[in-house]
């Protein structure tokens, strides 16, 4: 599986940015200790996020961010693809199968292709709400899964 650290660490600083705000903006530097991470890494990120509308900055004294939609808005999906990830289960790039094993698909390729779907397809049905509020995400992606399947849009 290649998720790489961008995805991780946005992940893990929305996070943070969830359960710290209190309302106020958080700072980078605030994010960068709590969770170990370069602030000089952060703000690349955070151009990303910011780009995507998943946070908004606030400039000045007590500047930071803040999450620009509520959090349980905001699908961890959203911000794994917002930093530019894409999670691959497969040697190759994408559907194609150059790179894969000479020129050809391996043998197990559609397994693990399969298993990326059903990995952002989970990440899609877990909000960063989910996180905060530590709820059971197995739990809560299932319930997320149900609803979908049972809401059928009206002709």
């Known amino acids: ?23 106020k903006p958080v ?25 995507a509308g998943l946070v908004a900055s606030a400039r ?14 905001i699908n961890l999906s959203e911000v794994i693809l917002a930093v530019d990830e894409e999670l691959r289960v497969t040697r190759c790039d994408g559907d194609g199968v ?3 094993v000479k020129g050809k698909q391996c043998c197990a ?3 693990w292709q399969s298993l990326g779907r059903q990995m952002m397809s989970f990440l899609d049905s877990i909000t960063l709400d ?4 530590k709820r059971n995400l197995a739990l809560a992606a299932s319930i997320k899964q149900a609803k979908d399947r049972h809401v059928r849009p009206s002709a």
């Open 98 to 100: 150059a790179g894969c």
């Open 109 to 111: 390729h559609d397994l």
């Open 27 to 51: 700072s980078l530097s605030e994010i960068a200790d709590r969770q170990d991470i370069s602030q000089e890494y952060l703000e690349q990120l955070f151009g990303k996020l910011r780009r």
């Open 60 to 73: 000045g004294p007590g500047g930071g961010y803040t999450l620009a939609r509520p959090a349980d808005e």
């Open 130 to 133: 989910d996180v905060v509020s």
């Open 1 to 23: 599986m290649k998720l790489s650290t961008k995805g991780r660490y946005a992940v893990m600083a929305m996070i943070d940015i969830g359960e710290n705000t209190g309302g």
